[in-house]
């Protein structure tokens, strides 16, 4: 009997970050957010961690030339229509990373997000690795993605409205990347409100804030989810729009798993097995 091909996913995504042990943020959040909105997921891992819900328990990096290495295999044979960044560590990853995308593509849209701490607080971005996140990484980004932190880190610059959170959108921009999310999760009140800035203007995007203490991964998740919608020709408009509607049901229907910040529910949007069908 011959196996028949089913429909091929659409939108290659190759996500270059962090492994997490739980399984609620970085490459496994990566790989479920792209597969569960139809697109094709590849990884190239950049360091493991022994993470759960309750915190990073420790970090052990890949060498710099493998990660390259992994980019280098994937793009030489499947491709990629998007790139997704998440925790690089050191400088030489980034550097690494970097180098590998130039070398075989500057034409793929790449979406960076800026992971610096985990939702525990853990550093995941080494202190003297913020410079060449900037110089390096940053200007080969169609699209950053930092929450409040990560851009007060990225730009020295006080956060505390939305007319801070434009301008610091458009200082990421001006530091050459094409795009900034600038996310505002961790501002008060009863809205979450996103700001996106690019050299074409700005626009807001907002919701009512769902009170959970299961978020972990969502900047992981919004940020492959929108990668997954540029793969798939969508725009960035159109993308960061169903990444954010994708995040927000993620996050209501969140399985309650763990002591502390637990995981989403990245299966969603894919029906659930019926045994008794």
Do not use: W
């Amino acid at each position: 009997m011959t196996a028949s091909r089913g429909p091929a996913p659409a939108g290659r995504v190759l996500i270059i970050a962090g492994s997490d042990s739980g399984g609620g943020a970085g490459i496994q959040a990566d790989i479920k957010s792209v597969t569960a909105l139809g697109g094709f997921a590849m990884t190239a891992v950049t360091a493991l961690t022994a993470q759960n819900t309750l915190g990073v328990q420790g970090v052990v990096p890949v060498d710099p030339s493998f990660v390259a290495s992994q980019i280098g295999v994937v793009l030489d044979d499947l491709g990629a229509d998007a790139f997704k960044t998440g925790m690089l560590h050191n400088t030489d990853v980034i550097e690494a990373v970097a180098g590998a995308i130039r070398a075989h593509t500057e034409r793929v849209p790449l979406v960076a997000d800026p992971v610096m701490f985990a939702k525990g607080g853990h550093p995941l971005l080494e202190p003297d690795a913020m410079e060449s996140l900037k110089t390096t990484l940053l200007p080969l980004a169609a699209l950053v993605t930092p929450n409040l932190p990560e851009a007060e880190a990225l730009t020295g610059l006080s956060i505390r409205s939305s007319a801070d959170m434009e301008r610091a959108g458009a200082a990421l921009v001006s530091l050459g990347a094409g795009a900034a999310l600038v996310k505002g999760g961790h501002a008060e009140g009863n809205t979450v409100r996103d700001i996106l800035v690019s050299t074409e203007g700005v626009q807001t995007f907002e919701s009512p804030r769902i009170e959970s203490k299961h978020t972990h991964g969502t900047g992981c998740t919004l940020a492959s989810a929108i990668a997954c919608g540029l793969a798939q020709g969508l725009g960035t408009v159109r993308s960061v729009a169903r990444a954010r509607a994708y995040v927000l049901e993620a996050i209501r229907t969140a399985p309650g798993l763990g002591a502390g910040h637990g995981p989403l529910n990245h299966g969603h949007t894919v029906s659930p097995f019926d045994p008794t069908a």
